[in-house]
Protein backbone atom coordinates (compact mmCIF):
# COMPACT_ATOMS: atom_id res chain seq x y z
CA UNK A 1 0.00 0.00 0.00
CA UNK A 2 1.46 3.51 -1.39
CA UNK A 3 1.28 6.25 1.64
CA UNK A 4 -0.64 8.27 -0.51
CA UNK A 5 -3.69 5.58 -0.29
CA UNK A 6 -4.29 6.65 3.67
CA UNK A 7 -5.38 9.94 2.43
CA UNK A 8 -4.37 14.02 2.17
CA UNK A 9 -2.53 15.55 4.87
CA UNK A 10 -4.85 17.61 7.05
CA UNK A 11 -7.98 15.10 6.39
CA UNK A 12 -8.96 12.88 9.15
CA UNK A 13 -10.46 9.67 7.52
CA UNK A 14 -11.50 7.83 10.71
CA UNK A 15 -13.92 10.11 11.32
CA UNK A 16 -15.76 8.91 8.01
CA UNK A 17 -15.73 5.20 9.05
CA UNK A 18 -18.41 3.50 9.90
CA UNK A 19 -18.20 1.87 13.37
CA UNK A 20 -17.68 -1.61 12.34
CA UNK A 21 -14.80 -0.06 9.77
CA UNK A 22 -13.21 1.71 12.71
CA UNK A 23 -13.05 -1.06 15.01
CA UNK A 24 -11.83 -3.15 12.20
CA UNK A 25 -9.18 -0.27 11.49
CA UNK A 26 -8.11 -0.93 15.40
CA UNK A 27 -7.73 -4.82 15.52
CA UNK A 28 -4.56 -5.99 14.50
CA UNK A 29 -5.12 -9.32 14.14
CA UNK A 30 -7.76 -9.19 11.16
CA UNK A 31 -5.34 -8.01 8.94
CA UNK A 32 -2.40 -10.64 8.44
CA UNK A 33 -2.24 -12.41 5.75
CA UNK A 34 -0.76 -15.99 6.89
CA UNK A 35 -2.23 -16.68 9.51
CA UNK A 36 -6.24 -16.25 10.66
CA UNK A 37 -7.09 -13.65 13.97
CA UNK A 38 -6.45 -16.49 16.75
CA UNK A 39 -3.61 -18.41 15.16
CA UNK A 40 -1.84 -15.12 14.72
CA UNK A 41 -2.54 -13.98 18.57
CA UNK A 42 -1.45 -17.72 19.36
CA UNK A 43 1.06 -17.94 17.53
CA UNK A 44 2.66 -14.32 19.26
CA UNK A 45 2.18 -15.31 22.82
CA UNK A 46 3.94 -18.63 21.99
CA UNK A 47 7.04 -16.87 20.32
CA UNK A 48 7.19 -14.19 23.41
CA UNK A 49 6.91 -16.77 26.09
CA UNK A 50 9.18 -19.06 24.09
CA UNK A 51 11.91 -15.74 24.01
CA UNK A 52 11.27 -15.39 27.62
CA UNK A 53 12.18 -18.80 28.90
CA UNK A 54 15.19 -19.15 26.87
CA UNK A 55 16.09 -15.76 27.83
CA UNK A 56 15.78 -16.17 31.43
CA UNK A 57 17.56 -20.09 30.91
CA UNK A 58 20.36 -18.65 28.88
CA UNK A 59 21.27 -15.02 29.96
CA UNK A 60 22.31 -13.51 33.41
CA UNK A 61 19.56 -11.61 34.64
CA UNK A 62 17.88 -9.82 37.18
CA UNK A 63 14.21 -10.53 37.50
CA UNK A 64 11.32 -8.58 38.81
CA UNK A 65 13.65 -5.41 39.88
CA UNK A 66 11.16 -2.79 41.45
CA UNK A 67 11.45 0.28 39.84
CA UNK A 68 8.49 1.94 41.91
CA UNK A 69 6.34 0.94 45.66
CA UNK A 70 3.50 -0.39 43.50
CA UNK A 71 3.32 -4.00 42.79
CA UNK A 72 2.99 -4.17 39.25
CA UNK A 73 6.58 -1.20 38.91
CA UNK A 74 8.87 -4.29 37.77
CA UNK A 75 11.09 -4.61 35.17
CA UNK A 76 13.57 -7.96 34.33
CA UNK A 77 17.16 -7.04 33.11
CA UNK A 78 19.00 -8.71 30.96
CA UNK A 79 23.06 -8.47 30.60
CA UNK A 80 25.36 -9.66 27.65
CA UNK A 81 28.01 -11.92 29.00
CA UNK A 82 30.80 -9.63 29.76
CA UNK A 83 30.23 -8.38 32.54
CA UNK A 84 30.24 -3.96 32.43
CA UNK A 85 28.89 -1.19 33.68
CA UNK A 86 28.76 1.20 30.65
CA UNK A 87 26.75 -0.68 28.54
CA UNK A 88 23.54 0.36 25.81
CA UNK A 89 20.21 -0.38 27.62
CA UNK A 90 17.97 -1.34 25.42
CA UNK A 91 14.00 -1.04 27.50
CA UNK A 92 11.08 -2.63 26.01
CA UNK A 93 7.27 -1.63 26.56
CA UNK A 94 4.90 -4.48 25.39
CA UNK A 95 1.47 -4.07 23.72
CA UNK A 96 -1.83 -4.95 24.00
CA UNK A 97 -3.60 -2.44 24.20
CA UNK A 98 -3.11 -1.22 27.42
CA UNK A 99 -5.09 -4.07 29.02
CA UNK A 100 -3.00 -7.24 27.89
CA UNK A 101 0.24 -8.77 27.87
CA UNK A 102 3.28 -8.47 30.23
CA UNK A 103 7.03 -8.66 31.16
CA UNK A 104 6.87 -12.12 31.54
CA UNK A 105 6.18 -13.18 28.26
CA UNK A 106 7.46 -9.76 25.86
CA UNK A 107 11.30 -10.92 25.95
CA UNK A 108 11.69 -11.41 22.12
CA UNK A 109 14.81 -9.26 21.50
CA UNK A 110 16.81 -10.84 24.42
CA UNK A 111 18.80 -13.21 22.62
CA UNK A 112 20.43 -11.03 19.58
CA UNK A 113 20.64 -7.80 21.09
CA UNK A 114 22.17 -9.09 24.35
CA UNK A 115 24.80 -11.38 22.20
CA UNK A 116 25.82 -8.32 20.61
CA UNK A 117 26.58 -6.31 24.28
CA UNK A 118 23.55 -4.55 24.53
CA UNK A 119 21.29 -5.11 27.94
CA UNK A 120 18.11 -5.52 27.65
CA UNK A 121 15.27 -3.83 30.13
CA UNK A 122 11.57 -5.30 29.59
CA UNK A 123 9.34 -2.88 31.68
CA UNK A 124 5.84 -3.81 33.23
CA UNK A 125 3.19 -1.36 34.14
CA UNK A 126 0.01 -1.55 35.71
CA UNK A 127 -2.63 -2.57 32.56
CA UNK A 128 -6.47 -1.54 32.62
CA UNK A 129 -8.71 -1.75 34.31
CA UNK A 130 -6.24 -1.32 37.36
CA UNK A 131 -4.04 1.19 35.03
CA UNK A 132 -4.84 4.26 33.86
CA UNK A 133 -3.10 5.77 30.82
CA UNK A 134 -1.56 8.37 32.93
CA UNK A 135 -0.43 5.75 35.58
CA UNK A 136 0.70 3.72 32.60
CA UNK A 137 2.78 6.53 31.77
CA UNK A 138 4.06 7.81 34.76
CA UNK A 139 4.90 4.42 35.87
CA UNK A 140 7.15 4.30 32.15
CA UNK A 141 8.74 6.98 32.73
CA UNK A 142 9.85 6.39 36.73
CA UNK A 143 11.32 3.11 34.94
CA UNK A 144 13.30 5.35 32.69
CA UNK A 145 14.93 7.49 35.09
CA UNK A 146 14.79 4.00 37.30
CA UNK A 147 17.56 3.18 34.69
CA UNK A 148 19.08 5.86 34.55
CA UNK A 149 19.72 6.23 38.14
CA UNK A 150 20.90 2.67 38.71
CA UNK A 151 23.26 2.63 35.56
CA UNK A 152 24.37 6.29 35.37
CA UNK A 153 27.65 4.99 33.22
CA UNK A 154 25.36 3.98 30.42
CA UNK A 155 26.57 4.26 26.95
CA UNK A 156 22.92 5.14 25.83
CA UNK A 157 19.49 4.25 26.82
CA UNK A 158 17.72 3.47 23.68
CA UNK A 159 13.59 3.19 24.34
CA UNK A 160 11.27 0.48 22.13
CA UNK A 161 7.75 -0.21 22.21
CA UNK A 162 5.35 -2.35 20.23
CA UNK A 163 1.68 -1.18 19.36
CA UNK A 164 0.09 0.31 22.41
CA UNK A 165 4.23 0.49 24.23
CA UNK A 166 5.07 2.25 21.20
CA UNK A 167 2.59 4.50 22.44
CA UNK A 168 4.28 4.69 25.70
CA UNK A 169 7.83 4.82 24.35
CA UNK A 170 6.70 8.00 22.42
CA UNK A 171 5.01 9.83 25.19
CA UNK A 172 8.91 9.89 26.59
CA UNK A 173 9.26 11.96 23.75
CA UNK A 174 7.03 14.72 26.61
CA UNK A 175 8.53 13.54 29.55
CA UNK A 176 9.65 16.62 32.19
CA UNK A 177 12.52 14.34 33.69
CA UNK A 178 13.78 17.81 35.85
CA UNK A 179 10.65 16.25 38.30
CA UNK A 180 12.05 12.91 38.23
CA UNK A 181 15.67 14.03 39.40
CA UNK A 182 17.68 12.75 36.26
CA UNK A 183 18.19 13.39 32.61
CA UNK A 184 18.16 9.92 31.43
CA UNK A 185 20.77 9.44 28.33
CA UNK A 186 18.34 9.24 25.38
CA UNK A 187 20.15 7.89 22.60
CA UNK A 188 17.13 6.35 20.25
CA UNK A 189 13.79 5.42 20.26
CA UNK A 190 12.18 2.68 17.94
CA UNK A 191 8.68 2.83 17.67
CA UNK A 192 7.22 0.18 15.91
CA UNK A 193 3.43 0.02 14.75
CA UNK A 194 2.00 2.27 17.02
CA UNK A 195 -0.94 4.27 17.72
CA UNK A 196 -0.26 8.54 18.52
CA UNK A 197 -3.14 9.70 18.17
CA UNK A 198 -5.65 8.35 20.98
CA UNK A 199 -8.80 9.35 19.85
CA UNK A 200 -10.03 6.96 17.58
CA UNK A 201 -9.30 4.51 20.16
CA UNK A 202 -12.50 6.20 21.85
CA UNK A 203 -14.73 4.75 19.65
CA UNK A 204 -13.80 1.07 19.64
CA UNK A 205 -14.57 -1.61 22.13
CA UNK A 206 -10.88 -1.13 23.41
CA UNK A 207 -12.60 1.89 25.46
CA UNK A 208 -14.66 -0.55 27.65
CA UNK A 209 -11.40 -1.34 29.56
CA UNK A 210 -9.67 2.22 28.93
CA UNK A 211 -12.65 4.31 29.80
CA UNK A 212 -10.72 7.54 28.34
CA UNK A 213 -12.67 10.74 28.17
CA UNK A 214 -11.52 13.35 25.20
CA UNK A 215 -9.28 15.00 27.41
CA UNK A 216 -7.41 11.94 28.41
CA UNK A 217 -7.01 11.13 25.05
CA UNK A 218 -5.75 14.66 23.94
CA UNK A 219 -3.45 15.00 26.99
CA UNK A 220 -1.97 11.48 26.08
CA UNK A 221 -1.32 12.16 21.89
CA UNK A 222 2.07 12.38 21.41
CA UNK A 223 0.98 13.47 17.96
CA UNK A 224 -0.72 16.55 18.94
CA UNK A 225 1.88 17.34 21.70
CA UNK A 226 5.37 16.74 20.19
CA UNK A 227 5.30 19.60 17.73
CA UNK A 228 5.86 21.72 21.16
CA UNK A 229 8.96 20.18 22.85
CA UNK A 230 12.78 20.12 21.80
CA UNK A 231 15.00 17.49 22.20
CA UNK A 232 17.33 17.36 24.76
CA UNK A 233 20.02 15.24 22.91
CA UNK A 234 20.09 16.54 19.12
CA UNK A 235 21.75 13.27 18.37
CA UNK A 236 18.71 11.09 19.75
CA UNK A 237 17.12 9.23 16.73
CA UNK A 238 13.46 8.07 16.37
CA UNK A 239 12.72 5.00 13.90
CA UNK A 240 8.48 4.76 13.34
CA UNK A 241 8.00 1.92 11.42
CA UNK A 242 4.95 0.08 11.03
CA UNK A 243 4.06 -3.30 8.82
CA UNK A 244 3.09 -3.70 5.46
CA UNK A 245 0.19 -5.84 6.26
CA UNK A 246 -0.45 -3.47 8.94
CA UNK A 247 -4.46 -1.85 9.01
CA UNK A 248 -4.48 1.51 6.37
CA UNK A 249 -5.12 3.16 9.98
CA UNK A 250 -2.00 2.08 11.44
CA UNK A 251 0.21 3.25 8.43
CA UNK A 252 -1.56 7.00 8.52
CA UNK A 253 -0.85 6.84 12.87
CA UNK A 254 2.85 6.17 12.09
CA UNK A 255 3.37 8.09 8.80
CA UNK A 256 1.81 11.50 10.37
CA UNK A 257 3.73 10.66 13.71
CA UNK A 258 7.17 11.17 11.81
CA UNK A 259 5.41 13.66 9.82
CA UNK A 260 5.19 15.77 12.71
CA UNK A 261 8.51 14.85 14.52
CA UNK A 262 10.12 15.63 11.03
CA UNK A 263 8.30 18.96 10.51
CA UNK A 264 10.14 20.43 13.45
CA UNK A 265 11.93 23.63 12.69
CA UNK A 266 15.84 24.20 12.79
CA UNK A 267 15.52 27.18 15.60
CA UNK A 268 13.18 24.55 17.57
CA UNK A 269 15.47 21.84 17.47
CA UNK A 270 14.79 18.53 15.54
CA UNK A 271 14.43 15.28 16.44
CA UNK A 272 16.31 13.13 13.76
CA UNK A 273 13.74 11.11 12.42
CA UNK A 274 12.94 8.18 10.23
CA UNK A 275 10.06 6.15 8.70
CA UNK A 276 10.55 2.39 7.93
CA UNK A 277 7.44 0.40 6.23
CA UNK A 278 8.70 -3.04 6.67
CA UNK A 279 8.19 -5.67 3.64
CA UNK A 280 6.10 -8.72 3.87
CA UNK A 281 5.29 -8.45 7.79
CA UNK A 282 1.98 -7.63 10.13
CA UNK A 283 1.40 -6.26 13.57
CA UNK A 284 2.55 -9.44 15.34
CA UNK A 285 5.29 -10.45 13.25
CA UNK A 286 7.08 -6.98 13.13
CA UNK A 287 8.25 -7.96 16.64
CA UNK A 288 8.21 -11.67 16.76
CA UNK A 289 10.90 -11.04 14.46
CA UNK A 290 13.04 -9.37 16.51
CA UNK A 291 13.80 -13.00 18.21
CA UNK A 292 15.88 -13.70 14.79
CA UNK A 293 19.26 -11.73 14.46
CA UNK A 294 19.69 -11.39 10.81
CA UNK A 295 16.07 -10.03 10.62
CA UNK A 296 16.33 -6.57 9.20
CA UNK A 297 14.91 -3.94 11.99
CA UNK A 298 17.29 -6.20 14.55
CA UNK A 299 20.38 -5.28 12.01
CA UNK A 300 18.72 -1.34 11.80
CA UNK A 301 18.66 -1.40 15.67
CA UNK A 302 21.90 -2.59 16.49
CA UNK A 303 22.76 -0.22 13.34
CA UNK A 304 21.47 2.80 15.72
CA UNK A 305 22.82 1.68 19.03
CA UNK A 306 26.93 0.83 17.36
CA UNK A 307 26.76 3.49 14.38
N1 LIG B 1 -7.33 -7.64 20.42
C1 LIG B 1 -6.27 -7.21 19.56
C2 LIG B 1 -4.93 -7.51 20.22
C3 LIG B 1 -3.94 -6.44 19.99
O1 LIG B 1 -4.26 -5.42 19.45
C4 LIG B 1 -2.54 -6.63 20.42
C5 LIG B 1 -2.14 -7.85 20.94
C6 LIG B 1 -0.82 -8.05 21.32
C7 LIG B 1 0.11 -7.03 21.18
C8 LIG B 1 -0.30 -5.80 20.67
C9 LIG B 1 -1.61 -5.60 20.29
N2 LIG B 1 -2.03 -4.39 19.79
C10 LIG B 1 -1.72 -3.15 20.31
O2 LIG B 1 -1.22 -2.92 21.40
C11 LIG B 1 -6.38 -7.92 18.21
O3 LIG B 1 -7.17 -8.86 18.09
O4 LIG B 1 -5.66 -7.57 17.28
Known amino acids: MAISDVGLPGEVPWKKMSAEELESQYCPSQWGVRL??????????QIGIEATRRARATRKSLLHVPYGDGEGEKLDIYFP?????????FLFFHGGYWQSGSKDESAFMVDPLTAQGVAVVIVAYDIAPKGTLDQMVDQVTRSVA?????????????LCGHSAGAHL???????????????????????????FDLEPIMYTSQNIALQLTLEDAQRNSPQLKVAQVQPVDPTCRVLVVVGQFDSPEFHRQSWEFYQVLSAQTLCQGEWKASFEQLHDVDHFEIVENLTQKDNVLTQIILKTIFQ
Open 146 to 158: FVQKRYPSNEGIY
Open 36 to 45: RAEEALRTYS
Open 81 to 89: DEAAEALPF
Open 169 to 195: AAMMLLANWTKHGVTPNLKGFFLMSGV
